[in-house]
Antibody, heavy 120, light 108 residues
Framework: EVQLVESGGGLVQPGGSLRLSCAAS????????MHWVRQAPGKGLVWVSR????????SYADSVKGRFTISRDNAKNTLYLQMNSLRAEDTAVYYC?????????????WGQGTTVTVSS | SYELTQPPSVSVSPGQTARITCSGD??????AYWYQQKPGQAPVLVIY???ERPSGIPERFSGSSSGTTVTLTISGVQAEDEADYYC???????????FGGGTKLTVL
């Protein structure tokens, strides 16, 4: 079964850091681009970041650029999101997603999400 | 920054056809994708590459593209189709991904 399981969310103070992890199983992780997508309470989906299959290319939304870093360990089938200088507006459920093979695109597998709360 | 525009809400009666639009300047150059999200659940991809349907998605879901607008069409709407629907695409350079604001589909 194709599965993504996020972890690492929690309560953090403004200015703090968290590292999210996403464990992948049931598919050849190293062959697919991956994304992080977030959703604030009661709000819509917001794309956060993308990484290509070998980790050599990344992209970020303007709202997180310079504060968040996406990375992957293909040997461990794991995706990461290092989040620094966290702000209240980063409070959201963070989803890890798998991309369909390029050039098709589209996020065809989603994790259950991990909740990040930034508050003092 | 690049934006995709969706109507906030669409309402239809069971058995009717629902159409949800998504507008963006780069849509003639970039594929669009559609996701369905029900309360408390993760989103599900229902359309990719403007009009392709993933396996397991009912045939009543279809997508189309015309210029700067893409449309998700749900034919013969069922009560279980009530959900939030989001379009997604990329900016003209393909560097950034973006989601539309979402459309709440209500089945009357």
């Amino acid at each position: 079964e194709v599965q993504l399981v996020e972890s690492g969310g929690g309560l953090v103070q403004p200015g703090g850091s968290l590292r999210l992890s996403c464990a992948a199983s049931g598919f050849t992780f190293s062959s697919y681009w991956m994304h992080w997508v977030r959703q604030a309470p009661g709000k819509g989906l917001v794309w956060v970041s993308r990484i290509n299959s070998d980790g050599s290319s990344t992209s970020y939304a303007d709202s997180v650029k310079g504060r968040f870093t996406i990375s992957r360990d293909n040997a461990k089938n794991t995706l990461y999101l290092q989040m620094n200088s966290l702000r209240a507006e980063d409070t959201a459920v963070y989803y890890c997603t798998k991309c369909r093979p390029q050039p098709d695109g589209g996020m065809d597998v989603w994790g259950q999400g991990t909740t990040v709360t930034v508050s003092s | 920054s690049y934006e995709l525009t969706q109507p906030p809400s669409v309402s239809v009666s069971p058995g009717q056809t629902a159409r949800i639009t998504c507008s963006g300047d780069a849509l003639p150059k970039q594929y669009a994708y559609w996701y369905q999200q029900k309360p408390g659940q993760a989103p599900v991809l229902v359309i990719y590459k403007d009009s392709e349907r993933p396996s397991g998605i009912p045939e009543r879901f279809s997508g189309s593209s015309s210029g700067t607008t893409v449309t998700l069409t749900i034919s013969g709407v069922q009560a279980e189709d009530e959900a939030d629907y989001y379009c997604q695409s990329a900016d003209s350079s393909g560097t950034y991904e973006v989601f539309g604001g979402g459309t709440k589909l209500t089945v009357l």
